[in-house]
Protein backbone atom coordinates (compact mmCIF):
# COMPACT_ATOMS: atom_id res chain seq x y z
CA UNK A 1 0.00 0.00 0.00
CA UNK A 2 1.47 3.17 -1.10
CA UNK A 3 -0.46 6.61 0.61
CA UNK A 4 0.41 10.22 -0.40
CA UNK A 5 0.23 12.62 1.88
CA UNK A 6 -0.54 16.31 0.84
CA UNK A 7 0.17 19.34 2.75
CA UNK A 8 3.47 17.59 4.67
CA UNK A 9 5.11 20.94 5.58
CA UNK A 10 2.01 22.83 7.64
CA UNK A 11 1.56 21.93 10.93
CA UNK A 12 -1.03 19.69 11.12
CA UNK A 13 1.32 17.20 8.27
CA UNK A 14 4.28 17.63 9.38
CA UNK A 15 3.04 15.75 12.53
CA UNK A 16 1.45 13.38 10.62
CA UNK A 17 3.36 12.38 8.16
CA UNK A 18 6.14 10.94 10.35
CA UNK A 19 3.44 8.89 12.53
CA UNK A 20 2.29 7.36 9.40
CA UNK A 21 5.86 5.87 8.18
CA UNK A 22 6.20 5.44 11.46
CA UNK A 23 3.63 3.23 12.17
CA UNK A 24 4.36 1.82 8.40
CA UNK A 25 4.04 -1.82 8.06
CA UNK A 26 5.88 -4.43 5.42
CA UNK A 27 5.07 -3.56 2.12
CA UNK A 28 3.15 -0.17 3.29
CA UNK A 29 5.27 3.09 1.91
CA UNK A 30 4.26 6.71 2.09
CA UNK A 31 4.59 9.44 -0.37
CA UNK A 32 4.92 13.12 0.54
CA UNK A 33 4.28 16.00 -1.94
CA UNK A 34 5.92 19.47 -1.32
CA UNK A 35 6.68 22.41 -3.30
CA UNK A 36 10.44 22.77 -2.15
CA UNK A 37 12.78 19.57 -2.40
CA UNK A 38 15.02 21.05 0.76
CA UNK A 39 11.48 20.73 2.42
CA UNK A 40 11.27 17.27 1.88
CA UNK A 41 14.64 16.31 2.87
CA UNK A 42 13.40 15.00 6.52
CA UNK A 43 10.63 12.96 5.17
CA UNK A 44 12.93 11.51 2.64
CA UNK A 45 15.31 10.63 5.85
CA UNK A 46 12.43 8.83 7.68
CA UNK A 47 12.08 7.21 4.28
CA UNK A 48 9.55 8.21 2.10
CA UNK A 49 8.93 9.20 -1.21
CA UNK A 50 9.42 13.00 -2.04
CA UNK A 51 7.35 14.42 -5.17
CA UNK A 52 7.91 17.80 -5.68
CA UNK A 53 5.94 20.41 -6.69
CA UNK A 54 2.61 22.65 -6.37
CA UNK A 55 -0.76 21.22 -5.92
CA UNK A 56 -2.28 23.76 -8.24
CA UNK A 57 -0.47 22.47 -10.86
CA UNK A 58 -2.23 19.17 -13.29
CA UNK A 59 1.05 17.62 -13.99
CA UNK A 60 2.13 17.57 -10.59
CA UNK A 61 -0.97 15.39 -9.28
CA UNK A 62 -0.28 12.94 -12.06
CA UNK A 63 3.35 12.24 -10.69
CA UNK A 64 1.78 12.30 -7.25
CA UNK A 65 -0.80 9.69 -7.45
CA UNK A 66 1.16 7.65 -10.12
CA UNK A 67 0.89 4.11 -8.82
CA UNK A 68 -1.26 5.30 -5.24
CA UNK A 69 -3.20 3.19 -3.27
CA UNK A 70 -4.84 6.03 -0.54
CA UNK A 71 -4.48 9.99 -0.19
CA UNK A 72 -4.65 12.25 2.57
CA UNK A 73 -4.99 15.62 2.09
CA UNK A 74 -3.89 17.60 4.70
CA UNK A 75 -3.03 20.69 2.48
CA UNK A 76 -4.78 23.19 3.52
CA UNK A 77 -4.83 27.86 2.81
CA UNK A 78 -5.90 29.96 5.71
CA UNK A 79 -5.39 32.56 8.56
CA UNK A 80 -4.20 35.93 6.68
CA UNK A 81 -4.26 34.68 3.04
CA UNK A 82 -6.14 36.19 0.46
CA UNK A 83 -9.49 34.30 -0.32
CA UNK A 84 -8.82 33.62 -3.71
CA UNK A 85 -5.28 31.41 -2.41
CA UNK A 86 -8.07 30.04 0.57
CA UNK A 87 -10.29 29.25 -2.71
CA UNK A 88 -7.52 27.89 -5.25
CA UNK A 89 -5.84 25.78 -2.51
CA UNK A 90 -8.75 24.35 -0.14
CA UNK A 91 -11.64 23.73 -2.89
CA UNK A 92 -9.80 23.68 -6.60
CA UNK A 93 -6.70 22.08 -5.84
CA UNK A 94 -8.56 19.29 -3.61
CA UNK A 95 -11.02 18.83 -6.10
CA UNK A 96 -8.45 18.46 -8.88
CA UNK A 97 -6.54 15.85 -6.83
CA UNK A 98 -9.80 13.97 -6.70
CA UNK A 99 -10.32 13.76 -9.71
CA UNK A 100 -6.41 13.07 -10.54
CA UNK A 101 -6.88 9.97 -7.88
CA UNK A 102 -9.85 8.36 -9.32
CA UNK A 103 -8.30 8.48 -12.70
CA UNK A 104 -5.43 6.63 -10.97
CA UNK A 105 -7.36 4.08 -9.27
CA UNK A 106 -6.45 5.49 -5.93
CA UNK A 107 -8.58 2.83 -3.26
CA UNK A 108 -8.90 5.57 -0.60
CA UNK A 109 -8.95 9.28 -0.37
CA UNK A 110 -8.85 11.09 3.10
CA UNK A 111 -10.01 14.66 2.80
CA UNK A 112 -9.12 16.81 6.00
CA UNK A 113 -10.92 19.34 6.82
CA UNK A 114 -12.42 22.06 9.17
CA UNK A 115 -15.18 21.55 11.84
CA UNK A 116 -15.63 25.39 11.19
CA UNK A 117 -17.82 23.91 7.72
CA UNK A 118 -20.94 23.86 10.48
CA UNK A 119 -21.03 26.95 10.61
CA UNK A 120 -23.13 28.51 13.12
CA UNK A 121 -24.01 26.39 16.22
CA UNK A 122 -27.13 24.36 16.87
CA UNK A 123 -27.52 24.88 20.69
CA UNK A 124 -25.96 21.12 21.01
CA UNK A 125 -22.86 19.68 20.21
CA UNK A 126 -22.46 19.30 16.61
CA UNK A 127 -22.61 16.05 14.66
CA UNK A 128 -21.85 14.96 11.22
CA UNK A 129 -25.11 14.59 10.16
CA UNK A 130 -25.36 18.74 10.65
CA UNK A 131 -25.80 20.95 7.39
CA UNK A 132 -23.55 23.96 7.44
CA UNK A 133 -25.46 27.01 8.31
CA UNK A 134 -23.09 29.84 7.08
CA UNK A 135 -22.14 32.72 8.95
CA UNK A 136 -20.97 33.67 12.70
CA UNK A 137 -18.00 35.22 13.79
CA UNK A 138 -15.62 32.48 12.62
CA UNK A 139 -17.19 32.37 8.90
CA UNK A 140 -15.15 33.58 6.19
CA UNK A 141 -13.10 32.22 2.89
CA UNK A 142 -11.35 28.96 4.73
CA UNK A 143 -14.89 27.35 6.04
CA UNK A 144 -16.33 27.86 2.84
CA UNK A 145 -13.59 26.36 0.58
CA UNK A 146 -13.55 23.54 2.61
CA UNK A 147 -17.00 22.71 2.68
CA UNK A 148 -17.64 23.60 -1.18
CA UNK A 149 -14.27 21.11 -1.49
CA UNK A 150 -16.34 18.23 1.07
CA UNK A 151 -19.16 18.81 -1.63
CA UNK A 152 -17.53 18.34 -4.33
CA UNK A 153 -15.20 15.51 -3.07
CA UNK A 154 -18.58 13.89 -2.46
CA UNK A 155 -20.26 14.04 -5.44
CA UNK A 156 -17.84 11.99 -7.68
CA UNK A 157 -18.91 8.38 -8.30
CA UNK A 158 -16.30 5.71 -7.36
CA UNK A 159 -14.14 7.85 -5.01
CA UNK A 160 -13.83 6.38 -1.77
CA UNK A 161 -14.53 9.38 0.41
CA UNK A 162 -13.10 9.97 4.26
CA UNK A 163 -14.02 13.20 5.49
CA UNK A 164 -12.44 13.96 8.71
CA UNK A 165 -13.41 17.75 10.52
CA UNK A 166 -10.61 19.11 12.83
CA UNK A 167 -11.28 21.21 15.39
CA UNK A 168 -8.34 24.00 16.67
CA UNK A 169 -5.39 22.02 16.54
CA UNK A 170 -2.18 22.09 18.92
CA UNK A 171 0.81 20.80 21.08
CA UNK A 172 3.90 19.57 20.55
CA UNK A 173 5.22 22.98 19.63
CA UNK A 174 2.54 24.29 17.60
CA UNK A 175 2.31 28.28 17.81
CA UNK A 176 -1.47 27.79 17.07
CA UNK A 177 -2.08 28.30 21.37
CA UNK A 178 -0.30 30.81 21.37
CA UNK A 179 -2.03 32.28 18.37
CA UNK A 180 -5.47 31.25 19.58
CA UNK A 181 -5.52 34.98 21.10
CA UNK A 182 -5.68 36.84 18.27
CA UNK A 183 -9.30 35.45 18.48
CA UNK A 184 -9.63 34.76 22.53
CA UNK A 185 -8.99 38.79 23.36
CA UNK A 186 -12.30 39.89 21.74
CA UNK A 187 -14.57 36.94 23.02
CA UNK A 188 -17.09 36.84 26.20
CA UNK A 189 -15.03 35.37 28.81
CA UNK A 190 -16.98 31.87 28.80
CA UNK A 191 -16.62 31.76 25.10
CA UNK A 192 -15.58 28.33 24.60
CA UNK A 193 -12.90 26.75 21.79
CA UNK A 194 -13.26 23.11 20.84
CA UNK A 195 -9.36 21.84 20.38
CA UNK A 196 -7.67 18.33 20.14
CA UNK A 197 -3.77 17.49 19.73
CA UNK A 198 -1.41 16.61 17.31
CA UNK A 199 -1.72 13.41 18.49
CA UNK A 200 -5.40 12.95 18.45
CA UNK A 201 -5.52 14.28 14.88
CA UNK A 202 -3.07 11.60 13.95
CA UNK A 203 -4.61 8.90 15.89
CA UNK A 204 -7.87 10.25 13.82
CA UNK A 205 -6.50 10.53 10.79
CA UNK A 206 -4.51 7.03 10.67
CA UNK A 207 -8.08 4.85 11.82
CA UNK A 208 -9.41 7.03 9.05
CA UNK A 209 -7.29 5.71 5.92
CA UNK A 210 -6.73 2.10 7.54
CA UNK A 211 -10.34 1.06 8.30
CA UNK A 212 -12.55 -0.43 5.69
CA UNK A 213 -16.01 0.06 4.54
CA UNK A 214 -16.15 4.28 5.60
CA UNK A 215 -16.20 5.36 2.46
CA UNK A 216 -18.74 8.55 2.47
CA UNK A 217 -18.43 8.77 5.85
CA UNK A 218 -17.63 12.15 7.75
CA UNK A 219 -16.15 11.93 11.33
CA UNK A 220 -15.43 14.46 13.96
CA UNK A 221 -12.02 14.47 15.54
CA UNK A 222 -11.77 16.29 18.92
CA UNK A 223 -11.01 16.33 22.73
CA UNK A 224 -13.49 15.72 25.69
CA UNK A 225 -12.83 19.40 27.01
CA UNK A 226 -13.42 22.80 24.88
CA UNK A 227 -11.80 25.87 26.90
CA UNK A 228 -13.02 29.24 27.45
CA UNK A 229 -11.52 32.36 26.51
CA UNK A 230 -10.21 32.84 30.14
CA UNK A 231 -8.61 29.35 30.26
CA UNK A 232 -6.50 30.07 26.83
CA UNK A 233 -5.21 33.37 28.51
CA UNK A 234 -4.34 31.78 31.50
CA UNK A 235 -2.78 28.86 29.63
CA UNK A 236 -0.61 31.24 27.65
CA UNK A 237 0.35 33.16 31.25
CA UNK A 238 -1.23 36.05 29.97
CA UNK A 239 -3.76 38.23 32.20
CA UNK A 240 -7.25 37.72 30.83
CA UNK A 241 -8.56 41.50 30.05
CA UNK A 242 -11.13 42.69 32.17
CA UNK A 243 -13.52 43.91 29.13
CA UNK A 244 -14.08 39.52 28.63
CA UNK A 245 -16.06 39.75 31.94
CA UNK A 246 -18.37 42.13 30.53
CA UNK A 247 -19.25 40.32 27.36
CA UNK A 248 -21.75 37.77 26.11
CA UNK A 249 -21.34 34.73 24.00
CA UNK A 250 -23.39 35.29 20.81
CA UNK A 251 -23.06 31.51 20.14
CA UNK A 252 -22.25 29.09 22.83
CA UNK A 253 -21.77 26.58 20.67
CA UNK A 254 -20.28 27.47 17.79
CA UNK A 255 -17.89 24.68 16.39
CA UNK A 256 -18.54 22.33 19.58
CA UNK A 257 -18.88 18.90 17.88
CA UNK A 258 -19.75 15.60 19.09
CA UNK A 259 -16.87 12.55 18.69
CA UNK A 260 -19.75 9.79 19.33
CA UNK A 261 -19.25 8.66 15.56
CA UNK A 262 -15.24 7.84 15.64
CA UNK A 263 -15.79 6.51 18.99
CA UNK A 264 -18.40 3.79 18.18
CA UNK A 265 -17.22 2.98 14.71
CA UNK A 266 -13.20 3.73 14.85
CA UNK A 267 -12.51 3.07 18.42
CA UNK A 268 -10.93 6.47 18.67
CA UNK A 269 -10.11 7.36 22.08
CA UNK A 270 -7.97 10.81 23.07
CA UNK A 271 -4.97 10.23 24.02
CA UNK A 272 -4.83 13.68 25.44
CA UNK A 273 -8.88 14.24 26.70
CA UNK A 274 -8.06 18.24 27.54
CA UNK A 275 -5.32 20.63 27.03
CA UNK A 276 -4.68 20.26 30.80
CA UNK A 277 -3.58 16.48 30.25
CA UNK A 278 -1.34 17.60 27.43
CA UNK A 279 -0.27 20.27 29.33
CA UNK A 280 0.75 18.04 32.48
CA UNK A 281 2.52 15.55 30.31
CA UNK A 282 4.76 17.78 28.61
CA UNK A 283 3.15 17.62 25.09
CA UNK A 284 2.59 21.28 24.53
Do not use: C
Not at 158 to 165: E, F, I, P, Q, S
Amino acid sequence: MLTLVTGTTGQVGRRFAPRLIAQARPGERVRVLVRDAARGEPFAELGAEVVTGDLRDTDTLGKAVAGVDAVVNVAASFRGVPDEEAWAVNRDAAVELGRAALAAGVRRFVQVSTGLVYGRGRGRLLTEDDESLPGGSMWGAYPESKAAAERELRAMEGLDLRVARLPFVYGEGDPHLAQSLLWARNWAATQRLQMGHHADVAQGLLRMLHAPGIGGRIYNIADDAPVTAVELHQLNGVEVPDELYGRTDPDPWVQLTSTERIRRELGYRPVYPSVYAARDAGAL
